[in-house]
């Protein structure tokens, strides 16, 4: 072995190839490297899967809650229309007499003249048989096991009774009766409880004369 000389025998890497090229190359390479990677979308649209199912959970919920006290809000309103109906119809005895004489208020003999007749009826007792409310505190209230569905309170009926002998018949007030009542609905949404929805719900029927 004397005399030869030995040198190591190198292959060389990407590394050394990448400085063996020009600098336009080199940027150029870097570029695709870096496109490569911006384009590997493996897993990004598992966030965006789970942002959106969460939005439309959400979204659900409170389509669901809207519906839920709409029609809450309904059937208070028609059981209330169902009750001032009635009251109209309880005052039909004494309407009865002032149609005789040609007009359709709540009038009533009384020797030679007609003296005001007017029956408000019991409301809260319909409501309570039509929708199984429970009267505690002066509130009459709908429960759903053992939480509370729904409140109602501060019933007001008022009776604006047709005149007795109008100068124009045909153009005079008629018989009607209002009634307002205040319904209050607990809001849950999201497992939490928020502030109630109050309203407060109104009904009209009057009685007019067919014949």
């Keep these: 072995m004397n005399g030869v000389t030995l040198y190591p025998i190198r292959a060389p890497g990407c590394c050394e190839k990448e400085r063996a090229l020009p600098a336009t190359q080199k940027s150029g390479f870097a570029r695709k490297r870096l496109l490569k990677i911006i384009q590997d979308r493996h897993g990004t649209a598992f966030p965006l899967v789970i942002a959106v199912t969460l939005a439309l959970v959400i979204i659900l919920c409170g389509v669901t809650e809207y519906m839920r006290l709409n029609i809450i809000a309904s059937g ?61 505190g002066g509130r009459h209230i709908k429960y759903a096991g053992d939480a509370v569905e729904y409140t109602l309170s501060g019933l007001s009926v008022s ?38 929805m109050v309203i407060n719900l109104k009904a009209q029927a009057g009685y007019t004369e067919v014949f």
């Design 76 to 136: 208070v309103r028609e059981a209330i229309e169902d009750g001032i109906v009635t009251t109209v119809n309880d005052n039909y005895a004494n309407v009865y007499h002032g149609v005789r004489e040609g007009y359709s208020g709540g009038y009533r003999p009384d020797a030679d003249d007609f003296e005001e007749a007017l029956d408000y009826g019991d409301i809260y007792r319909h409501l309570d048989d039509t929708l199984g409310t429970k009267s505690s």
């Design 159 to 196: 009776i604006r009774n047709a005149p007795l002998a109008p100068s124009d018949p045909e153009n005079a007030r008629k018989f009607t009766a209002d009634a307002v009542i205040r319904l209050e609905v607990p809001v849950r949404f999201g497992g939490r409880l928020l502030p109630p």
